[in-house]
């Protein structure tokens, strides 16, 4: 399980998601599948056999996985999960945490339970799921979630960084856009394309003040260009609200400084320079 956890997490490593919430949806998911599945057999051999998958459609990931489980557990285990999706937020985070602090051995053997209330709350999605009759003895168990690629909130834009492209975050409802890391893209177009549309959206309707946090490491000449773009920007949104600017630079990196001086000349903006270790 730790072997296929590590190939997810370096698939999705370049994907922009909340890979936080993503890789614990994922972890709890194989748990269950690894626990809870019992022993089939196949050609002879048996073993506790199960699939697992993920599927991207339109901004969204659906994560999916299926074992076998006798058929006596399949009433007692739909409903169950019923009842998990007919419950609100508050009233399953009350049962969760009920469920959590209960250290008896019958709960302990009833992780399931409890995993599939966490697949609930950190999707915020009914979960979904699927019983097929193999034999007299045995069903094939399917269950899947699906999560927001994005954050719960829609005009958030989150990008995750890389070798060659920084981490950059854009939330609203923290009233705040954060570039951080290297920026030496190939395309630097293509990068910063979503940043424009997401700047085109929150001029229409902009909080009261915005802070703005630039901590490059390293940046090249065509980022550079698409980072004088969004200062642009940010004059643009200065004029109906007011903004914070701050420029990060490591100590004796003075190309970082220069840069940011001569964009806050060209720009018209204000903006603090913050030196850095």
Known sequence: MVNLL????????????????????????????????????????????GI??????????????????????????????DFVNSLDNIELSKRYNTNLLSYSEENTKNGAQLGIMDMRLKSQNKVQYYFNNVDNNFSFFTI??????????RNTLFIKGDYDKPTIIADPNKQKFSIQGKSIPEDAIKLYKPVFEWFDKYLKKPKPLTTFDFKFEYINTHSAQQVAKIF?????LNKISKISVSWHYRKNHNDMLELGKRIEELS????NFIEIE
């Open 232 to 236: 642009s920007y940010i004059k643009e």
């Open 6 to 49: 590590n190939i997810v997490e370096i698939q999705m490593r370049n994907t922009v998601m909340v890979g936080a919430k993503m890789f614990s949806i994922v972890v709890e998911m194989l748990q269950n599948l690894v626990k809870h599945a019992d022993h089939f057999k196949i050609n002879n051999i048996t073993g506790k056999y």
């Open 52 to 81: 697992f998958f993920i599927l991207e459609i339109k901004g969204d990931y659906i994560l999916t996985t299926g074992n076998y489980i006798k058929n006596d557990k399949v009433q007692k285990l739909s409903k169950y999960i």
């Open 268 to 271: 018209k903006v204000k903006v």
């Open 144 to 153: 899947g979630v699906r999560i927001s690629s994005m954050t719960s909130d």
